[in-house]
């Protein structure tokens, strides 16, 4: 295992400082770009860009390109110092390959989906074509529950449990009780009564 690499908190830089990496193998279409220039505008710059300590990006290319297009001056970066030729590199390839492993919970993102599309939010905005959203919502109007019609919300109860066992045991309970469960882990979730 090798040493523990530093980095520094979330620093304001110049956009016309930063330097791509000439060797970055990730691509980024036009329409890609313009996605995330709609994210920047509604969400603002929530992910830094990665540096190194001669300003060259390693990772954040689309996020680079989509505020130089839409004219910020700067961006929010995390210098990441330490890290020899080879890690960066290394870095570069694997920070873009290791986000490509996730997966998706397929009820959750309909259930997520489905409320903002009820809520009338634009759904351009998240990164699926029309194409994946008509799949998804309809998938979403097949799954919903046929008590209260067609415009029924759907109702749910979030229980927090401080171990997977006790989340099990809730699990076990509400499913004995003839109720549709699902287990999930949520973070930053506000609890109420």
């Not at 791509?20 to 279409?29: C, D, L, M």
């Not at 680079?64 to 910020?72: P, S, V």
């Not at 309970?173 to 699902?182: D, E, K, Q, W």
Request: hydrophobic share 35%; net charge negative; charged share 25%.
């Amino acid at each position: 295992m090798g040493a523990v690499k530093t980095y520094q908190s979330s620093v304001m830089l110049a956009v016309d400082d930063l330097r791509p990496y000439g060797n970055n193998s990730r691509t980024h279409s036009a329409d890609q770009i313009k996605q995330i220039e709609a994210s920047l505008r509604e969400f603002g710059f929530t992910n830094p860009i990665l540096v190194g300590d001669d300003m060259t990006i390693i990772a954040g290319h689309g996020r680079y390109l989509a505020a130089r297009n839409i004219g910020m001056s700067e961006v929010p970066c995390i210098k990441l110092s330490g890290l020899t030729d080879d890690q960066r590199r290394a870095y570069v390839i694997a920070d873009n390959k290791l986000a490509e492993q996730a997966g998706w919970d397929k009820d959750l993102l309909r259930l997520e989906l489905g409320s903002l599309d009820r809520s009338d939010f634009d759904l351009g905005l998240i990164g699926f074509s029309e194409k994946e959203l008509e799949k998804l919502l309809a998938d979403d109007d097949d799954n919903a529950p046929e008590t209260g019609g067609a415009d029924a919300d759907e109702l749910a109860v979030v229980a927090s449990c401080g171990t997977e066992e006790e989340q099990q045991a809730a699990y076990d309970l509400l499913a004995r009780n003839g109720f549709t469960c699902r287990t999930a882990s949520l973070k930053g979730i506000v609890t109420g009564g």
